[in-house]
């Protein structure tokens, strides 16, 4: 498959998704947002993830609707992804914490909703209440965040409509392989958070050597690795140098070999807050 900056998966309701975003925690709501959404759409960028949590939604919308106005672009044309904290799992509340995020955005619809964290007591609840917003057409799809295989079990037991997207940390060196297998056995689309390790591997010499032999950078290599497996990517940078570099991954392919490579660079390294291999917050 050859991927380019606007390469879409069909979603398991149709809705077209593309493969490559950006992500934004920890960007600072204003000026910063606002310029790095506009840096990232004038670069190319489609795709936008955002949550309620990271407390940028506002700037999220507005630096989108200057796009579009400087830009000449539809909002059609944009995917927009935000979430559920799990403050707002009840359903009444759930429903009233998705109108709140449409408003911080500005927008009449999203194209993707997510619940952010399978918490224990309400996260059937708060899947409920996501089906009710996507059947009122609010929200183009609906999925999961940080849901692993027995999470996932449990709410397709109950669910009317199977999550479109599950988004999960997930690097060459934390290869979820066995959760790719059941997300795509059930339809749902892998979507990988921190696909950077928040820089944490950069310069880990075994990825520099991939690099230097592609004559990319490390964070070029591990956004195009996670592309290749068809799992969408979302790096998050709040540099415009970091926004345009991470976006020129769509003019190289890395070989079956270095794939394999990169396959086996896996040793469970988990960075954020939720421990999948115990299933619940460090
Ligand atoms: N669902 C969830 O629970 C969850 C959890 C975490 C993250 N996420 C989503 O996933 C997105 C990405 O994950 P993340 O923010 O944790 O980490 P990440 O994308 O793995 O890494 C971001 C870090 O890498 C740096 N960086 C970006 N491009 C770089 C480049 N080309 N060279 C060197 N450094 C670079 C950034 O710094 P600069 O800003 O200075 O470039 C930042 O420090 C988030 O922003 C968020 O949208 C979701």
Redesign the pocket.
């Known amino acids: 498959m050859s991927l380019n900056i606007n390469t879409k998966i069909k979603l398991n309701n149709g809705v077209e998704m593309p493969l490559f975003g ?6 600072s709501e204003g000026d910063t947002i606002i310029n790095v959404v506009r840096w990232a759409i004038s670069n190319g960028y489609r795709h936008i ?3 309620r949590i ?1 407390g940028n939604e506002n700037g999220v919308g507005k630096g989108l609707k200057i796009s579009l106005e400087e830009q000449g672009i539809n909002r059609e044309d944009i995917f927009i ?1 935000t ?1 559920l904290w799990i403050d707002s799992f009840k359903h009444e509340k759930a429903l009233k914490a998705f109108d709140r995020s449409l408003n911080n955005l500005g927008l009449d619809y999203v194209d993707l909703y ?1 619940l ?2 399978p918490e224990p007591t309400y996260r059937q609840e708060a899947w409920k209440a996501l089906e009710s917003i996507f059947k009122e057409g609010k929200a183009r799809s609906i999925g999961v ?2 849901y692993y295989e027995n999470h996932l079990d449990e709410l397709l037991n109950g669910a009317d409509i199977i999550p479109a997207v599950n ?3 997930l ?1 060459p060196y934390l290869y979820l392989k066995e959760l790719k297998e059941y997300c795509d056995n059930k339809g749902i689309m892998l979507e ?9 591997k ?1 310069k880990d010499p075994k990825l520099m050597d991939i690099a230097n032999k592609y004559g990319k ?4 290599i ?1 956004i195009r690795w996670g592309l290749q497996h068809k799992i969408i990517e ?6 415009e ?3 345009i ?2 976006s020129k991954i769509f003019d190289f392919t890395i070989s079956e070999d270095d794939m394999a490579n990169l396959d086996k660079f896996d040793e469970g390294l988990y ?4 421990n999948p291999t115990l299933s619940r917050w460090k």
């Open positions: 950006l992500g934004t925690w920890e960007i993830d955002t949550a990271y992804t979430k997510l952010h964290w965040s940080n988004q999960v940390e690097t990988a958070y921190s696909p950077l390790t928040r820089g944490k950069l950078s490390s964070a070029q591990l979302i790096p998050k940078s709040s540099n140098n970091h926004i570099e991470n960075l954020g807050m939720w």
